[in-house]
């Protein structure tokens, strides 16, 4: 079982940055790909950044490249969503989710493939 906290989170304008921080306990985390999901309200989660256990894959929705960052510590545990250049649709609940297994990549952008979730946190970006 693996249990994952999310830091962050905040309210900032628009063109501003954040960094998000997922902290992973209790499981073999150098194992687990990791994304990073958000939900707004009245829409579908889905998957913003991801990366391979070994960090050497990672994958960006169209709507994250070029401002988003992810990046893990297999050592700490960790990883971390730089984002930048915020924009007011980036507001939602943030979420980040391990999939446990399997080779060295990416292995879905769905958010069934992934084995474990946090609580989430809140992004807010005003205008």
């Known amino acids: 079982q693996v249990h994952l906290v999310e830091s962050g989170g905040g309210l900032v304008q628009a063109g501003g940055s954040l960094r998000l921080s997922c902290a992973a306990s209790?499981?073999?985390?150098?194992?687990?790909?990791m994304g990073w999901f958000r939900q707004a309200p009245g829409k579908e989660r889905e998957l913003v950044a991801a990366?391979?256990?070994?960090?050497?894959?990672?994958y960006y929705a169209d709507s994250a490249k070029g401002r988003f960052f992810i990046s893990r510590d297999n050592v700490e545990h960790t990883t971390s969503l730089q984002m930048s250049r915020l924009k007011p649709e980036d507001t939602a609940v943030y979420y980040c989710?391990?999939?446990?297994?399997?080779?060295?990549?990416?292995?879905?952008?769905?958010?069934?493939?992934?084995?474990?979730w946090g609580h989430g946190t809140q992004v807010t970006v005003s205008s």
């Open positions: 989710a391990a999939d446990g297994g399997g080779p060295d990549t990416v292995h879905t952008i769905l958010a069934q493939g992934y084995d474990y």
């Open positions: 209790g499981g073999a985390f150098s194992t687990y790909a």
């Open positions: 990366i391979s256990w070994s960090g050497r894959t990672t």
